[in-house]
């Protein structure tokens, strides 16, 4: 195996060697497909497990297992996906309405999203893909979420502000610690360079309209060794922009603004890349030769020369501006 593939990637091929049935297979395949670095040097790997996914998919469709394309893989897009996990009726589907454009289906009763459903939240130039998920409880997490909570790059914890929020959040994190998914604070460039389990979250206590501060403060000096709390309301819009800040920091990205020799940048449609990018994985981004083929870059960013000659090992930074040149 190349040594350039992601401790992300090699978790979920574990996942893959150690599945029992396909259903389990199938989840562990997309996770690696989403999960293995997109470039040169993988495409034999990518090309293996998208033969092992069809060949699972056709298998599945002979014995009549399998209806379709599973509900529960969302592919990813934007930034970074995150995952909104929690207690029935506590509002996930309200905060998808409220933050992007999609049509969720939001009721008074527990139990009203049956599949994933995800939508692009975006501010100023930023997108970040959000997917709303079926509640889960104590007794039942529905099949399938576990593969949907463990391919997004950060999960979200739901609860309702007031007194029922200590009971969901601890039941919704030992359901989903019990499967192996434990969250934790930590950006998501820290925990992809080390060895651990763990993935990025936070947890969003919602209808923050109804409840008095109190409730929330004591929640949040509770949890504050664990999981960053940020307190919103679908109904108001309170808090939503802090909790998209935080996103942000998790999501552990940069934007790169590519620009044409003798030709302004444009300022509107970054490229979106984990810190620590260099200029050849932009250079890669606009297109798979160019590392190869690019004899250097100009930069225009914070704390440089204007126009700054860079060589494409170079580490790029939020909001650079960048001219490759042939
Ligand atoms: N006051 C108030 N009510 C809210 C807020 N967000 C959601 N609600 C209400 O809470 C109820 C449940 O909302 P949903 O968005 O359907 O909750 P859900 O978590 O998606 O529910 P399930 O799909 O069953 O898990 C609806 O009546 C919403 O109008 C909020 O911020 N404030
Ligand atoms: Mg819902």
Redesign the pocket.
């Known amino acids: 195996m190349p040594a350039n593939v992601t401790p992300e990637y090699e978790k979920a091929e574990q996942r893959y060697r150690q599945a029992t049935t396909d259903d389990e297979r199938l989840a562990a395949l997309q996770e690696m497909l989403s999960a293995i670095p997109k470039h040169k040097g993988t495409e034999k790997m990518q090309a293996d497990i998208k033969r092992r996914l069809s060949h699972l998919r056709r298998e599945q469709q002979k014995t009549g297992h399998s209806t379709g394309p599973d509900p529960f893989h969302i592919p990813k897009s934007g930034a970074g996906q995150v995952a909104?996990a929690?207690?029935?009726?506590?509002?996930?589907?309200?905060?998808?309405?409220?933050t992007t454009n999609a049509a969720?289906?939001?009721?008074?009763?527990?139990?009203?999203?049956?599949v994933p459903q995800p939508g692009m939240w975006q501010k100023d130039d930023i997108q970040i893909e959000l997917v709303?998920?079926?509640?889960l409880t104590p007794d039942h997490v529905p099949a399938g979420l576990m593969g949907t909570l463990r391919n997004a790059d950060v999960v979200c914890v739901?609860a309702?502000a007031g007194e029922v929020a200590l009971e969901q959040a601890e039941s919704v994190l030992s359901g989903l610690g019990a499967r192996g998914l434990t969250l934790c604070s930590r950006p998501r460039d820290e925990l992809a360079a080390s060895e651990t389990n763990e993935k990025s979250g936070l947890l969003i206590v919602?209808?923050?309209?109804?409840a008095g501060a109190g409730t929330i403060d004591s929640l949040r000096e509770l949890y504050s060794e664990k999981l960053d709390t940020v307190a919103?309301?679908?109904?108001?819009g309170q808090g939503l922009e802090d909790w998209f800040n935080r996103l942000w920091q998790l999501l552990a990205m940069i934007r790169v603004y590519a620009k044409e020799p003798g030709k302004p940048p444009d300022l509107h449609k970054p490229f979106t890349l984990p810190i620590g990018s260099t200029v050849a994985d932009l250079a890669c981004l606009i297109h798979r030769d160019l590392p190869e083929r690019m004899k250097f870059a100009r930069l225009w960013g914070h704390g440089r020369f204007e126009g700054q000659h860079m060589h494409k090992t170079e580490p790029l930074q939020d909001r650079d501006i960048v001219e490759i040149h042939e």
Do not use: H
Request: glycine share 4%.
């Open positions: 909104l929690g207690a029935p009726n506590t509002g996930k589907s309200s905060l998808l309405v409220a969720a289906k939001v009721a008074d009763y527990p139990f009203t999203t049956i709303d998920t079926p509640p739901v309702e919602n209808k923050a309209d109804l919103v309301s679908a109904r108001t």
